[in-house]
């Protein structure tokens, strides 16, 4: 389990994760990109909705 | 640097625990009922909302009680693990570590409050802050370990929710919303007592000092029929205050009069039942009981809103 960095040169241990941490690992990940995704969309809607019709005026393009 | 040294000396610690893990933290059973009276509160507020913004500050306020469940998790670990009700809890089971926890509750606490805030207005994320700082400094660190009557004072935080789905609609503080607020602060200690005392003897292995442990169980009747008797008219004021029909009249009324009836029951048995039969009824009994006055509450809000139908007893009288 244990990672440990010898000497240059020397061989590196490497952590070796147990099947069941890759599938949690990934578990996670996946629940992160998620919430990250609805976290977006929540403000992107919201961001919509408080400015309602005046997000379309853009005095650039309608003067 | 703990980390490091862990790593070197071969302690590292790679977690297994799954999304379920994380979201058991936010003690799903506790946020329904919020989620499920934040929604009544908004709905029985005067005004409007937009329905998108509805959705989103019901799942921030949502988000928020999670985050105060989590933080409760990890200040509370050491007493989950010695009672049966808790100790799978993720935790105590060894799946999450206390500071993941921590961490887990701090950042979803901010993010709730800031969210609810951008997303409805401040005062409601300011209650939704005072919420999570009252569940998990004011009662679960400091009260719950300290007083026989923590669960009176905890019970407030989890009364907060209708008022926060009220003022999402009007942003400001009314006296309709603190009779929500009311009803729950007064219906959860009998709540609450009823199952203290078929599980008394868990709270007192693990220390905390639950009233039936430190006054008696006479004592706790006697405060359980006291609250169940102020809780009958508050559940009815909705009606008299005009935010509540005739149908909320009629049906509060059934349900808090077989609520005190229960817990005079309760009282009058005065634990000569080994099994604790009344108790445990009661406790059942008072679960249905908030779910069905804020039920009440929910469908003549919905069918105001939809068909514009309303009978008060203002009304009537």
Known sequence: ?63 | MAMVEDIVSGDARVSEATPADYFELLKPKVMRLVVFTALVGMLAAPGAINPFLAVFSILAIAVGAGASGALNMWYDSDIDGVMTRTIKRPVPSGRVTPSEALIFGVILSALSVLTLGLVANWVAAGLLAFTIFFYAVIYTVWLKRSTPQNIVIGGAAGAFPPMIGWACVTGTLTIESAVLFAIIFLWTPPHFWALALWKMRDYDNAGVPMLPNVVGEKKTRDQMLIYAAILLPVTVAPAFLGFGGVAYAIVSTILAGTFLALTYKVWAIAGADPNLKAEKYLFGFSIFFLFAVFATLLIEAVVFRSFGLSLTLGDIF
């Open chain 1, 1 to 63: 389990m244990a990672e440990v960095r010898h000497k240059k040169g020397e061989k590196i241990e490497r952590v070796n994760l147990s099947e069941k941490q890759l599938k949690s690992r990934k578990a996670r990940n996946i629940a992160i990109a998620l919430c990250l995704a609805a976290f977006v969309g929540v403000f992107y809607v919201a961001t919509v909705v408080k400015f309602g019709p005046a997000i379309m005026q853009n005095r650039g393009f309608n003067q």
